[in-house]
């Protein structure tokens, strides 16, 4: 499945504000991301930045003046008005979520948005005394009541040397949020996805652990994946040190029971269970409570077995999990399909340099119930997520039904 950007046409709106240099860096990850971007500019953006600095980035003419239409079509605010899959306003200072909230249409950017059925995204940016004033919350709680979605902002420092909220989010983050607002039609929408990621660490003392390589980015991808088809995700990981997708909700965790926890607890209204996290399969017998000094020989550390909370699930939720092998791959992932109860079950040679642990490529193998087996071949992560939820969502119908 595409991602919820590609293809689609944006319409990306910049107003006035000095950050509005991110607009930039923005639209250049909206092209990356594959969408078609037309830009508009208020004439107090261009106090800021230039037509051609978008033009240069989007191939496309940049919309400056309702009176005055890029090409030759008439009526130039309709036309993008009606060509948008969704609108972004960033940054969106005071006075545009103002004429926006109260229906004014007065320049180009104004008209394209009171004209537009696509959903709208905006970026607010503006001294922090302006964002708190009462004007400004009551402008934002009126569009968000009309169905608007905002990103951000963002506290820090200011433009004004002052330190609050109103700082622009990232160009990274409203690209991300931008997909969370196209996939809310996807195939998994109404769908609440657990997704597990990362390796536990089991103490030894307040310094050591034991843990193993997992990076998480098999579960973030997951779990981006996901969000990306509409699902609502729920992501439990042992690492906050990769890119949240926008929209999912993460649950940070470090040891085994911890993930136990917030597994169960996620999993108690979740249609799925996507186990993608290396959990730990022992843990020290005893963890001291003060750092272990090195003396002369050597440690012994006695370590039990670590429950398997898997068997623990309800058996209203469908479990995906993964068998990261460095041998016997195939059968060792059978194995586990059955005794843990899985309907699938995804096999993943994490010895290989290119696939396994900290790398953004992977190859899998997807083993059923059924004794049916897809060999996915070296792709990212995210494509690799994508196949997971392509055998995961029939069984959800099934579920349903």
């Known amino acids: ?92 200072t005071a006075t545009t979520i103002a004429r926006i909230a109260h229906g004014l249409a007065e320049d180009m950017l104004s008209l394209t948005v009171l004209a537009t059925q696509a959903p709208v995204l905006v970026a607010p940016a503006m001294d ?21 979605a905002f990103v951000g902002p963002e506290s820090g420092r200011l433009a004004s040397g002052h330190v609050g909220a109103g700082r622009m989010s990232e160009p990274e983050k409203v690209v991300s949020a931008a997909a969370y607002v196209l996939a809310r039609g996807g195939d998994f929408a109404g769908r609440r996805i657990v997704v597990s990621a990362g390796g536990t660490r089991e103490p030894i003392d307040p310094v050591r652990y034991v843990g193993n390589r997992s990076s998480g980015k098999m579960g973030y991808a997951l779990a981006e994946a996901a969000r990306d088809r509409g699902a609502a995700v729920t992501l439990v990981a042992t690492t906050d040190a990769l890119p ?101 079950n995804v096999a993943n040679d994490v010895s290989a340099a290119d696939a396994g642990f900290g790398v953004d490529t992977n190859r899998v193998t997807i083993l059923d119930r059924a004794g049916g087996r897809e060999d996915v071949p070296l792709m990212s992560k995210y494509e690799v997520a994508h196949r997971i939820l392509d055998r995961l969502l029939p069984l959800l119908h099934e579920r349903r039904g």
């Open 244 to 344: 949240l997708p926008y929209g999912v909700d993460l649950v940070l965790v470090e040891t085994v029971a911890e993930m136990r926890r917030e597994v169960l607890a996620a999993c108690a209204s979740a249609d799925a269970l996507i186990m993608a996290a290396a959990v730990s399969d022992f843990r020290p017998a005893e963890v001291a409570g003060s750092k272990i000094k090195k003396g002369e020989g050597g440690l012994l550390l006695p370590l039990v077995k670590n429950d398997d909370f898997l068997l623990e699930v309800p058996d209203s939720v469908v479990k995906v999990g993964f068998a990261a092998e460095t041998e016997d791959l195939l059968e060792n992932a059978a194995k586990k399909l059955v005794e843990k109860g899985l309907a699938l």
């Open 1 to 92: 499945m595409a991602p919820p950007l590609k293809g689609r046409n944006v319409v990306l709106g910049v107003t006035g504000s000095i950050a509005a240099y991110k607009a930039a860096d923005l639209t250049s990850k909206l092209v990356q991301a594959g969408a078609v971007v037309d830009v508009v500019l208020t004439a107090a953006a261009r106090e800021f930045v230039t037509p051609f600095t978008f033009r240069s980035l989007t191939g496309r003419p940049v919309y400056v003046d309702m009176f005055a239409p890029a090409t030759e079509t008439s009526e130039e605010h309709v036309a993008l008005a009606r060509r948008a899959g969704i609108v972004i306003v960033a940054p969106a």
């Open 128 to 148: 922090s005394q302006m964002w708190e004033a009462a004007a400004t919350r009551a402008n934002v709680e009126t569009l968000r009541a009309r169905g608007y």
